[in-house]
């Protein structure tokens, strides 16, 4: 699964320098809003509303956008917002999921629905593509955190399941119910990290030649690029040598 995960990770940092700041921001203070609306305002009694809050920090979400977020989670308009998972197939049979936060269930269904057919893919019902992935808690963390063995021991000590490494990183692998805990020993070993949230990990894989993977990426970022999509995670892996021409 190398190939997936270093396209993840790809993905990661490409967001992080091409995505519209603003619209990035404002999927990060949703986040915050409904996290803080179901539970503790406080992120030290709240383990998703802090998982939101680091996820945040990573990308330099300013603090007072993250204190309103939390505030206006005494309002009405996190009362509006409903989380709803979507699910699909793209080019080449790739699964995917498509998580998504939105007011307006209906426009939201539509519209997935849409760009999945203009793109080469259809939505399924719930369910019928989930069973390929698992729930998952992932850390990410530069290369400059350590090398492999010294991840790999913070890992095991934080009581972490998984370790991926590369030249471009490591990937952290926890139970999901567990992320907030392990995530936090390992920082106080390795420092901050880039990336801590709850992930769909694929348990089997699509392998794409160049057509296909410019096809499902071109797919995955039109969604993402909806205000009402919070995140997209899909089952494809690209070889080395199409993944350098990308």
């Not at 205000?227 to 997209?232: L, W």
Request: glycine share 6%; hydrophobic share 40%.
């Amino acid at each position: 699964m190398a190939g997936h995960s270093k396209w993840a990770n790809i993905q990661h940092r490409k967001g992080r320098q091409d995505a519209s700041r603003s619209k990035l921001f404002a999927k990060l203070s949703r986040e915050i809003t409904v996290a803080a609306k179901m539970g503790d305002p406080d992120p030290d009694r709240n383990p998703r509303l802090r998982l939101a809050v680091k996820e945040a920090k990573s990308n330099s979400v300013p603090k007072d956008l993250i204190e309103r977020a939390i505030s206006k989670a005494s309002g009405a308009d996190a009362e509006m917002l409903e989380e709803i998972r979507y699910e699909g197939y793209g080019p080449s049979g790739v699964a995917l999921i498509v998580e998504t936060m939105t007011d307006n269930r209906n426009r939201t269904a539509a519209l997935v629905r849409s760009l999945l057919g203009k793109l080469g893919g259809n939505m399924v019902e719930t369910g019928a593509v989930s069973f390929m992935f698992e729930r998952k808690g992932e850390i990410v963390y530069p290369s400059s955190a350590g090398s492999e063995d010294e991840v790999l021991e913070a890992a095991i000590l934080s009581g972490a399941e998984d370790v991926e490494s590369s030249d471009s990183g490591h990937i952290v692998y926890t139970v999901d119910v567990e992320l907030s805990d392990v995530s936090t020993e390992m920082e106080a070993m390795l420092g901050e990290s880039e990336a801590t949230r709850l992930i769909w990990k694929p348990t089997t894989t699509t392998e794409l030649d160049l057509d296909g993977s410019q096809k499902i990426i071109r797919l995955i970022e039109a969604l993402e690029s909806e205000d009402d999509v919070q995140r997209v995670t899909a089952n494809f892996e690209i070889p080395e040598d199409i993944l350098a021409q990308l």
